[in-house]
């Protein structure tokens, strides 16, 4: 199974996410953003957490128009994998390859602490090593995680079960607690929390671990 | 030309940066503020000459990139 990271300048979760690829058992290649293609034969990209661009414009909206970002954007459109985790669900929403937008903490602050999610993730080969009503516990680390869109995209995020992960006790204002979505064929995921700092029991916690392995499992599947 | 684009968060969204703004104006003692929506302005030098071609270029910059038109409205001045 092959994975790409794709680095942006301001990133900072990038080698933190090919960890977590690599202990799934992906190989990893890491991509720069200025790329114009992806490695051939890849199973999924991820786009990593961290402050792409000084969060300059708004979070994400200048990665979301480097050149490798129409490739992932190509990429999952061809029915590719993707996870964009923290940044990298700001730049897949400014994709368009997700709907809605992160805005400012409700509370204005910066939020950076462990957080516990109930999976939904109707049917993902995210969720699916968790099982749907699960509830881990993974850390958040953002300014703006404030999740909006309007009553329809909410409803419908819900009923189709495009929602994959949803705050216990909602720490940003996101409007249905959402901590994280997916696209409709369920192959794109982003999400605020970061499964990829819960891996290890030495980050105080291994609940991220199984998304990373579920995926790889589904993968081999398929 | 130049152009100025405003950015503002559409009717209806919240806008916390612009209610912390407000409550900061009640603690100093401006009263009478009802409300306070906090945008951004973004001005262009343009090497276009005809007014009409610099507005519809620009209409595309903020719809590609400028604003996010899930939760932001913009307005585009020539001049």
Known sequence: MRAAVVTFPGSNCDRDLAVAFEAAGFEVARVWHKETSLPAGLDVVGLPGGFSFGDYLRC???AANSPICREVKAFAERGGHVLGIC??????????????ALMRNASLHFVCKPVTLRVEGDGSPFTGRYGAGTQITI???????????????????AGEGQVAFRYLDNPNGSAGDIAGILSPNRRVLGMMPHPERAIDEIHGGTDGAALFAGLAEALVAA | ?????????????????????KSALGALGFGGVDAVRQGKVIELDLAETDAGAAEASVTEMCEKLLANTVIESYRVEIA
């Open chain 1, 60 to 62: 994400g909206a200048i």
């Open chain 1, 87 to 100: 940044n990298g669900f700001q730049v897949l929403l400014e994709t368009g390859l997700l709907p809605g």
């Open chain 1, 139 to 157: 850390p958040i680390a953002h300014h703006d995680g404030n999740f909006q869109a309007d009553t329809d995209t909410i409803a419908r995020l």
């Open chain 2, 1 to 21: 030309m130049k152009a100025t684009v405003t950015v503002m968060l559409k009717t209806g969204v919240l806008d916390p940066q612009g209610e912390a703004v």
